[in-house]
Each structure stands twice: as structure tokens, then as C-alpha cells.
């Protein structure tokens, strides 16, 4: 096991640099002049000049990579150039748990409603239970995630009133109202993925179902529930847990219609808005995290296939 | 398993009391995309405590399906149809609830699978496999169904039970994975016990000590078992009796011992001949019955074995032959029956 997760270690390790130089780059190929966003349009040219010259910008690409990197490296990614000027790490720190904590409680909802469902769906494959589920998480699955966070927010927030339309409550000020804030939004972002899980989870149940060892369970006269539950469960998990680890992964940084839709202040807004004023630093920064915990994250979905497969857990060894 | 005299007394003893199991004019019918198959097709016979039943055929003649819906693992539902009656210990298993039915599965019936790395769930440990059942089924508390799980794993010869109930079924050799599928069946001391080819998937030696563990275990527990194999040699002194299955039918049923000196349907016949012979070198191909079984949605009209019968005539197409009596000289000879209007060995006819 060791000896894997070193490796592993290794190779994320050279994901995340070649991710960085990526985001790097890309950002250098931002249209704005650092310069002209930090001092305005309509300055001399040895204004813009000097700025340059005082952000390292005049240095050739490589230098200023291994600049940027290496204080990234020690938890220091520069501060905005946008005013108010501050650390980028402090506004990542303000986004970062919206977003986890609507990615989580998204991935949450969605395996609270996918596994009965896809546990329904299976057991009596190709019956009208099936095939009713089947087609209602084909309908979610088309709806624009756009259209239906609007459509939740006018039935629940408008219509009903049981839930608040916008606003965030951090979770150190109240966990109740902090849930009660995040409902809708990760409601919204629960949606789509639930439909993904119930149908990847019921073609990988059904293929279970025919196993001896399920027959077997059956003939020690062990409960449908059990046999759902504690036989066929666990080794069907592995394609939705694969998706579930993309999914968390991307939903962390990449929120942008829940957060839009609920004027969240997360990860997306944080990045969009960057973009939009040119404040590169807060881009790169901000995107580098992103990749860190999208990284992080499938090193944890691998690690928990050795949980979920004892096999695995030995070939490893 | 015994042919000596006192068994036979028993047996006829045995008879008096309820059979184990009865099975009346059992069908199954299949329904399949490609059509209906008629996989099990009018079958009966009655089995009594400690009595061996050989069921053997090619494969595909429809002998996992009768094994299951008999056990009530098979029944009517969307995609099959099953008509006929089964009483296991006078229980009628196709009229039993969900509840009833989880009850006899975990009580008076078990069943071992051919194959033993996919009978046992690779993601549970050895012991969760069997005290799950003593614990749902009989009650038993954890350290309960700890320590009986541990003695039926000893039951069934598995050396060093305590350590092996916290291993995964990936670290035991075959023949000891096939040990732990048959202490499950045993876990509540079945009347009947299915094994379905329960040797197939090991290699020689051990088949014949799987087969003496079963032969044991009756001995000890006074169980019924259906010994289900492709190969007449696996059945051959392990079964009282042994029922021939062609293409969904028995065309040949008898005492082993019967079956085997005289044999009097040519599938049998041939079957006996496919036999493998220790003394034959290795990798020798058998003699192997030319031609395949008949497709199962549209079977031949007359005798279903016809198109590969090295006796057949022209009749045999003609209407399916009943399942009769055999005679000699004139009388009926008990318990053996075959379908057949040329039989072979048949001097007395
Ligand atoms: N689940 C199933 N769906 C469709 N056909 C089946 C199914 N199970 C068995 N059959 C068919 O029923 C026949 C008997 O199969 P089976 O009982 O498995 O044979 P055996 O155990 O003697 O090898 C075969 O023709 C097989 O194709
Ligand atoms: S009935 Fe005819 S075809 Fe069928 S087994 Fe007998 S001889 Fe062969
Ligand atoms: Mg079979």
C-alpha cells in the first residue's frame, strides 16, 4: 500500500505541474495589460513600463514561472491586482468553503436519492418501477441545469417561500441557517448528477443480480433488502464512485449557474470575476487551487477502491 | 451412497415416510428474446432422507434450471413460466410466500453452486458469508454465529477454521472456497441439499475429495442430495439413483447400478462412453457424442435426440416416446425407466 501511494503521490505531483505551467500560460495570454488594469487607461508609457518591471513581467516566461511557483509551493500566491489589493490566498480562503460545502452536500443529496432509486430500478429490471425511473432521469438529464434552478427557485423560494432565494450564511455563524441556505442551491446541483448515478448504478446492480454469489445469498434465505444492501451494493459501486470523484472534483471549482443563480460567493463567481476585471494573479491562484483539490480528490477515489475491494487492496501490496 | 443391502433396506424404509422431495410433472419454460425455451419439461421423481439422485447431461440439457426451480430460486414472473408441483419435506414450493419461501431456502433446502470463486461475494469475508445467515435466519448473537461458524467450516475439513473466517474468498485455493459454499448450505442443517455441478470447476483430486466430503456429511446428517454433473463417472458411486437428462426431458432413469451394467437409452449409452478413464493417458480426447444438443426454443417434434441417434429410424421423428417401464422378460423391472423405441441392452424386451 506504501509503496502505491507514493507512486501515486509521484504522479499527481507531475499532474499539478504540468496543470500550473497550463493555467500559467494561459493567463499570460489574457488580452488585458496588467499594467494598463492596474493603472488605468490613458497613463505614459513608462508608467505602464515601470509596472511591468515592478511585477516581473519583463522577465523571460520560464524565470517568472519558477517565480510564481515556487512561492506557491510555500502557500504564498501573490496578491490581487485588482484593487482592493490583497492576498489571493484570503480570498480563496472566503470562496473555497462555499464551494466544497455545495459540491459535498450536492454529491451528498445525489447518492441519498440515486442508490434507492437505482436499488428500485434493478430489482425488478425492465418492469414499469424501471422503467418510470428510467425515464424521469432521462427527463432530468435534458433539462439545462440552468432552467431547472430557476424553475426549483420559483416552486420552492418564490411560490412556497419554504426556502431564502439568495444569500449565503457561513457555516461559523450558524449550521442551521447555513443548511437551510445551501438547500436549493445543492439541491440544483444534485439534480443532474442523481440522474447519472441512478443510471450508472442500476446497469452496474443489474450485472450483479446475475451473480452466482447473489443466487447464493438468495438460497441461504437472506432478505431482498439484505441482499441489496450487503451483497450487491459494494461491488457495483466502482463506476459511480469513479464519477462521483469527477464529479466532486469539477463541481468545486466550476459551481458558476448555482452560484449565479443563488449569488453564492464561491469558487466560480471568485474565477469569473477575476477573469472579467484581468486580475491575473487572483486567476492563477484560484485555478491552481481548483486543481489541487480536483487532484486530491481522485487520489482519495482511488484509495477507496481498495476499501471497497479487498482484491485490490492486495494486488497493491 | 452405499449399494450394500442394509442401505437398501433403509432406503425402502426411507420411502415409506414423506419423501424429501417430490417433484410432479415439473415445466419451465423460459421466455427469451429469441423466443421460449422449454428448458425443463415434464419431469418427476421422489427422493428420501439420506437417498442420492444423479442428475446428469450435456450441458445446456437443463439441469441448473430444474435444480433452481426446484429450490424455488426459479419461478413464474416476467420472464418465466413454471407449472408443476414441488414439495420439499410436503412443502409446495411454487405456492409458498416471499417470507415462507426465504424460511425454506434457509432451513430445510441448501444449494452448492459449480462454481466457487463466483459463489462467494469477493468483497466478504469467509465468516460474514456464514454467520450472516445464522445470525438473520436463526437469531444468533455475533460470538454465536462466530463459533458455529467456525464449526461448520471445521465440518467441512477446512484446517485452522478460527483464522480462515477473517479471510477474503480471494485467499483460499478452490477446493477449499468450494468447502465454504457447501458449510453455507449446511449453515441450518438442510433435508435436501442441490449441488449443481459441484465439482466442475476443480481439478481431479480434489473433485473426489469434495465428493467424499458430501458422501460424509450424509452419512452424518442424514440429508437428501441432488447431485447434479454433465459426467456419468462423477455420479458413478456416489448416487442411489440416477436420472439421464436430454433437451429438458429424463429419458433414462434408474438404479445406479442398473444404469450402468444395462443402460437402455442410446443417450445413455453414449454418455457412458464419454466417461474419462483414469488409466487413459492424459489429454486424450473422449469419445465424445457427435453433434450438439437441439436448440431449446424450436426442439425436433419426435424423439429430441433423434438427428444424433446412431439407432434411430424413421418412427423416432415422428411423436416424442413416453417415458416407460423397462421390462425383462416380461416383467417390469422396478425403478427403471427410459424414453426410447430402440432400445439398447434390451435382450428381453
Ligand atoms: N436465464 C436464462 N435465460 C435464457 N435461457 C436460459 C437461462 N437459463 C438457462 N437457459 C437455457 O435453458 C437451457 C438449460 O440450461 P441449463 O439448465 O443451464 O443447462 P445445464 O445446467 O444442464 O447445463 C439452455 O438451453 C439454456 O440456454
Ligand atoms: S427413440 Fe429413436 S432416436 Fe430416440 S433415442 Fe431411441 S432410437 Fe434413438
Ligand atoms: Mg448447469
Not at chain 1, 126 to 136: E, M, Q, W
Not at chain 1, 178 to 191: G, K, M, Q, S
Not at chain 1, 246 to 263: K, N
Not at chain 2, 311 to 332: I, K, R, W
Amino acid at each position: 500500500m506504501g509503496r502505491t501511494l507514493l507512486k501515486r503521490v509521484g504522479e499527481l505531483a507531475a499532474v499539478l505541474l504540468i496543470v500550473s505551467f497550463g493555467t500559467f500560460m494561459l493567463v499570460s495570454l489574457l488580452p488585458n495589460d496588467p499594467a494598463v488594469v492596474i493603472l488605468g487607461e490613458g497613463r505614459e508609457p513608462a508608467e505602464y513600463e515601470a509596472v511591468r518591471e515592478e511585477l516581473g513581467l519583463n522577465d523571460p516566461l520560464p524565470v517568472r514561472y519558477l517565480d510564481w511557483l515556487g512561492s506557491a509551493v510555500t502557500g504564498d500566491l501573490g496578491e490581487t491586482v485588482v484593487p482592493p489589493v490583497t492576498d489571493v490566498l484570503d480570498r480563496v480562503a472566503a470562496a473555497l468553503p462555499v464551494s466544497v460545502e455545495l459540491a459535498v452536500l450536492g454529491m451528498g443529496m445525489a447518492l441519498l436519492f440515486s442508490i434507492p432509486l437505482a436499488m428500485w430500478s434493478a430489482y425488478r429490471a425492465g418492469g414499469r418501477v424501471d422503467r418510470v425511473i428510467s425515464a424521469g432521469a432521462f427527463g432530468v438529464l435534458s433539462v439545462p441545469s440552468f432552467l431547472a434552478g430557476l424553475l426549483i427557485i420559483m416552486v420552492f423560494a418564490n411560490q412556497l417561500g419554504w426556502f431564502p432565494r439568495a444569500q449565503w450564511v457561513r457555516l461559523s455563524e450558524s449550521i442551521g441557517d447555513n443548511l437551510y441556505h445551501a438547500f436549493l442551491p445543492a439541491l440544483v446541483i444534485a439534480l443532474a448528477e442523481t440522474a447519472l448515478f441512478t443510471r450508472i448504478l442500476r446497469n452496474d446492480l443489474i450485472t450483479t443480480l446475475q451473480e452466482d454469489f447473489i443466487l447464493a445469498a438468495k438460497a441461504k434465505g437472506m432478505s431482498a433488502r439484505h441482499i441489496m444492501f450487503s451483497d450487491a451494493l459494494r461491488p457495483s459501486s466502482f463506476s459511480m464512485i469513479t464519477l462521483l470523484g469527477i464529479s466532486l472534483g469539477r463541481l468545486i471549482g466550476s459551481t458558476v449557474i448555482v452560484e449565479y443563480l443563488f449569488a453564492l460567493p464561491g469558487m466560480g463567481s471568485l474565477v469569473i470575476g477575476a477573469a472579467n476585471t484581468g486580475d491575473f494573479t487572483m486567476v492563477q491562484g484560484a485555478v491552481l487551487v481548483i486543481a489541487v483539490i480536483y487532484v486530491l480528490t481522485n487520489l482519495l477515489i482511488d484509495l477507496s477502491y481498495g476499501v471497497l475491494d479487498p482484491r485490490i487492496r492486495r494486488a497493491h501490496v | 451412497m452405499s449399494s450394500s443391502s442394509a442401505a437398501l433396506q433403509e432406503r425402502s424404509g426411507a420411502a415409506r415416510e414423506t419423501p424429501v422431495l417430490v417433484v410432479d410433472d415439473l415445466r419451465t419454460q423460459i421466455h427469451t428474446p429469441h423466443g421460449d425455451v422449454q428448458a425443463v419439461d415434464g419431469i418427476s421423481f421422489t427422493l428420501g432422507r439420506g437417498e442420492t439422485l444423479g442428475v446428469v447431461g450435456e450441458s445446456g440439457s437443463g439441469k441448473s434450471v430444474l435444480g433452481r426451480t426446484i429450490m424455488g430460486l426459479y419461478t413464474t414472473g416476467p420472464t418465466m413460466t413454471v407449472t408443476g408441483r414441488v414439495l420439499i419435506a410436503g412443502k409446495d414450493v411454487h405456492a409458498l410466500s416471499a417470507s415462507e419461501l426465504r424460511e425454506l431456502w434457509g432451513g430445510d433446502v441448501g444449494m452448492v453452486f459449480q462454481d466457487p470463486m463466483t459463489a462467494l461475494n469477493p468483497v466478504k469475508k469467509v465468516g460474514v458469508h456464514l454467520t450472516e445467515s445464522l445470525r438473520k435466519r436463526r437469531g444468533m448473537n455475533r460470538p454465536q454465529a462466530k463459533a458455529r461458524a467456525a464449526e461448520l467450516l471445521a465440518l467441512v475439513g477446512i484446517p485452522e477454521p478460527r483464522r480462515r473466517l477473517d479471510q477474503y474468498p480471494h485467499e483460499l485455493s478452490g477446493g477449499m472456497r468450494q468447502r465454504v459454499v457447501i458449510a453455507m448450505a449446511l449453515a441450518n442443517e438442510p433435508a435436501l441439499l442441490i449441488a449443481d455441478e459441484p465439482t466442475t470447476a476443480l481439478d481431479v483430486t480434489v473433485q473426489r475429495q469434495i465428493l467424499d466430503l458430501l458422501a460424509r456429511l450424509q452419512d452424518e446428517l442424514g440429508m437428501a442430495i441432488m447431485l447434479i454433473s454433465h459426467n456419468l463417472g462423477v455420479v458413478a458411486g456416489r448416487a442411489d439413483r440416477v436420472a439421464v437428462m436430454y433437451a429438458g426431458r429424463v429419458v433414462e432413469t434408474a438404479d445406479a447400478a442398473a444404469l450402468f451394467d444395462a443402460p437402455h437409452h442410446p443417450y445413455t449409452e453414449a454418455l457412458l462412453e464419454a466417461i474419462p478413464r483414469l488409466h487413459q493417458p492424459p489429454h486424450v480426447r473422449l469419445a465424445a457424442i457427435d453433434g450438439a444438443p437441439p436448440n431449446m426454443v424450436a426442439p425436433p417434434v419426435g424423439c429430441r435426440f433423434a438427428p444424433r441417434c446412431r439407432y434411430a429410424q424413421p418412427d423416432c421423428t415422428e411423436a416424442p416416446p413416453s417415458l416407460d417401464p423397462a421390462m425383462a422378460n416380461g416383467v417390469v423391472t422396478p425403478g427403471h425407466s427410459f424414453a426410447c423405441y430402440h432400445p439398447v441392452n434390451a435382450g428381453g424386451q
